[in-house]
C-alpha cells in the first residue's frame, strides 16, 4: 500500500491535485507524516473552477498552499466517523462544514463520491469540487 501522494497518482483521476500538491512544496509532508484525512478533489471539481484560478494558484506558492491544506484533516479518520461530525478543523486552520443530505455526506459544498481509500499514512475521500478556506 502506498502512501497518500502515491495512492492518489495510481488512482488516477487526480492529476491536477497532485501537480498542485507539488508545486506547493507539501510532496514530502504527504508522503512521509500522518496519518492524515485527505478530502482530494478529482481532475473534473478543479474543471469547475473559474477560468485561470488553478493558474494563479500555482504561480501563488502561499494560497495554493492555504487552498490545499484546507481538504486535509489531521489523524485517520473513516467515512463513517467523518459522517458523525458537523464540523472538523483543517490542516490550513479553518473548519470544514460537515452535512449529510438524502444520505449524502457534504464537506462545505462539494459532495463526497467516494470513500475510504487506504494509504499507509491515512486515507483519501473523494470530492467533486474544491474547497475553499472561508
Known sequence: MGNLLE????AGGFT???RAIEA???????????PFTVFAPT????????????????KDKKKL?????YHVLSGKMTSDQVAKLHNAKTLQGSEV????????V???KASVVKVDIEASNGVIHVI???ILPK
Open 7 to 10: 495512492t492518489a497518482k495510481q
Open 16 to 18: 491536477k491535485l497532485t
Open 24 to 34: 506547493a512544496g507539501l510532496a514530502d509532508a504527504l508522503n512521509q507524516q500522518g
Open 43 to 58: 481532475d473534473e471539481a478543479f474543471d469547475k473552477l473559474p477560468p485561470g484560478t488553478l493558474d494563479a494558484l500555482l
Open 65 to 69: 498552499t492555504a487552498v490545499l491544506t
Open 97 to 104: 462544514t460537515i452535512s449529510k443530505e438524502n444520505g449524502s
Open 106 to 108: 457534504h464537506i462545505d
Open 128 to 130: 467533486d469540487e474544491v
